[in-house]
């Protein structure tokens, strides 16, 4: 049974690059789509951007500038980047698997997540 | 980008009550809609996928339905697990997903 788990740093200062890393056991990390989501009081469920195994990427416009996402897949783990935070970046950020289609009907929905990390960005 | 709305925002219930969420997307989606459960302090979980579908280990009381822009979540007989938050997401527009506000089911 797949199982995701976010890690990095919980405090990271304004201006600052936030970096987090999801780590896969129990499966292969060589396909799916992987994906970053983050949850803020004030904006819900925001989905951030995903990527393929074999490294194609697609990232929110709104946090495009700013994110990068990786994927070391000899080592099952992908990573998350986001430069320049700001206050409004403060989130539980969850890493989740993304799935296109299931038993032939595609849906593009994220049936296996992590327990989510708390990030707070302050001086 | 594809916006969900989701009504009602909260509502309460008891336990054994039937539960019905809907969920409205801005523009025609298809069947690409999927709902997940969220308990305070924990991870969303996949219900429901592709508008109907029951993802594995999820119990058949919890169904849903529709298409286009459309949708609904029913939890029959709500059961003490079942108090949570409930959020829809789209899945058709694959350069931007987006998820409902969440509608808040308690006592």
């Known amino acids: 049974q797949v199982q995701l788990q976010e890690s990095g740093p919980g405090l990271v200062k304004p201006s600052e690059t936030l970096s987090l890393t999801c780590t896969v056991s129990?499966?292969?990390?060589?396909?799916?789509?992987w994906s970053w989501i983050r949850q803020s009081p004030g904006k819900g469920l925001e989905w951030i951007g995903y990527?393929?195994?074999?490294?194609?990427?697609i990232y929110n416009p709104s946090l495009k500038s700013r994110v990068t996402i990786s994927i070391d897949t000899s080592k099952t783990h992908f990573s998350l980047y986001l430069d320049s935070v700001t206050a409004a970046d403060t989130a539980v950020y969850y890493c989740?698997?993304?799935?296109?289609?299931?038993?032939?009907?595609?849906?593009?929905?994220?049936?296996?997540w992590g327990h989510g990390t708390t990030v707070t960005v302050s001086s | 980008e594809i916006h969900l709305t989701q009504s009602p925002s909260s509502v309460s219930a008891s336990v054994g009550d039937r539960v019905t969420i809907t969920c409205r997307a801005s523009?025609?989606?298809?069947?690409?809609l999927n709902w997940y459960q969220q308990i305070p302090g924990k991870a969303p979980k996949l219900l429901i996928y592709?508008?109907?579908s029951l993802q594995n280990g999820v119990p058949p009381r919890f169904s849903g339905s529709g298409s286009g822009t459309d949708f609904t979540l029913t939890i029959t007989s709500l059961q003490p697990e079942d108090f949570a938050t409930y959020f829809c997401?789209?899945?058709?527009?694959?350069?931007?997903?987006?998820f409902g506000p969440g509608t808040k089911v308690d006592i």
């Open positions: 990527i393929s195994h074999g490294g194609s990427t």
């Open positions: 523009q025609t989606i298809g069947n690409y």
């Open positions: 989740a698997r993304l799935v296109d289609c299931t038993k032939g009907v595609c849906h593009y929905g994220m049936d296996v």
């Open positions: 997401q789209q899945g058709y527009s694959t350069l931007l997903f987006t």
């Open positions: 129990g499966g292969s990390i060589s396909s799916y789509y």
């Open positions: 592709a508008a109907s």
